[in-house]
């Protein structure tokens, strides 16, 4: 299939990922919402079965949503009733397009070495006032789950830096407890950022 096991899971279990059974609170994305004007164009990266997109297209703005997995796209257009682009992170090649970019949970997936470029191109794809969330699972050091997905498991303080470094103006982390599809117990890393 690919030579990543973390987007291997998500294509063989696009089916089950998507059927599960979760009450999210949408404190965040309410949050990233209001930062935006009514209307904004939003590129969804990462939109698995396309939850905060439906919600996203619900509120009346303009959502673009993308999966790195066929399947889970596949899953989303069934959701969503509308096309779900294909395209891995690093595939992202637009400039001053997007008034946010809201990338929950999908980022961590990419190797810590290739991280900084996939954010520079989220800043390019970004308008000038626009913003940016992200989350990651917190760590010292990157490593696989039970699933044999892979997380970047970065500090905040390397984030900050690389945020910095591609563009971004210092930008906002806070640290929750929270979970996931292993049910492990786990600290999150919730990264808000607009353009320097």
């Not at 703005?61 to 891995?88: H, K, N, W, Y």
């Not at 690389?162 to 117990?185: N, T």
């Amino acid at each position: 299939m690919h030579d990543d096991p973390s987007l291997d899971f998500y294509e063989a279990n696009a089916d089950a990922y998507a059927g599960r059974s979760r009450s999210v609170p949408h404190i965040r994305l309410d949050a990233f919402l209001g930062g935006l004007v009514s209307g904004a164009r939003i590129l969804e990266l990462g939109c698995g079965a396309g939850d905060d997109s439906a919600v996203m297209l619900a509120r009346g703005f303009d959502v673009v949503p993308t999966d790195g997995s066929a399947g889970m796209a596949q899953q989303a257009e069934i959701r969503l009733r509308r096309p779900v682009r294909v395209m891995r992170f690093s595939e992202l090649d637009e400039t001053g397009l997007y008034d946010g970019v809201w990338a929950n949970a999908c980022l961590l997936h990419v190797p810590l070495a290739e991280l900084p470029p996939v954010l520079g191109k989220i800043r390019r794809a970004l308008r000038p006032a626009g913003l940016f969330y992200a989350s990651f699972k917190a760590g010292q050091g990157e490593g696989y789950d039970q699933f044999g997905r892979y997380y970047n498991r970065p500090t905040p303080e390397w984030l900050t830096r690389q945020y910095k470094a591609q563009g971004f103006a210092e930008p906002v982390i806070e640290s929750a407890e929270g979970g996931g599809y292993d049910g492990v117990p786990t600290e999150w890393l919730h990264v808000v950022a607009r353009p320097a």
